[in-house]
């Protein structure tokens, strides 16, 4: 009876060892989860930053092009008037 009281023991010390060390690791796991969590909000974050830069970019570039697509009728206009001055 006593060794067997012994084992039933033993048995309960290796589960509650097992338990412990599981929650350790659980432990660990939320860590890195809260870790991670941090992480992708760190990336949401450089992505919106990124993203209005590109729109800021992209509204730049657009009024460029009109300037440019602007500039290129009112030139055209002056080079047909020289063209009728001329007689072409």
């Known amino acids: 009876m006593a060794e067997e ?13 097992n338990v412990k060390g599981m929650r350790v690791e659980m432990d660990e796991m939320k860590q890195d ?15 919106k930053k990124t993203n209005r830069r590109m729109d800021d970019m992209y509204e730049d570039l657009s009024d460029q092009i009109k300037m440019v697509h602007d500039e290129h009728w009112e030139t055209r206009k002056e080079v047909q008037k020289i063209k009728k001055k001329i007689g072409m």
Not at 33 to 47: A, P, V
């Open 5 to 17: 009281l012994s084992m039933i023991m033993q048995a309960i010390r290796e589960v509650d060892a």
């Open 33 to 47: 989860i809260t870790e991670m969590k941090q992480d992708i909000s760190e990336i949401k974050r450089d992505l």
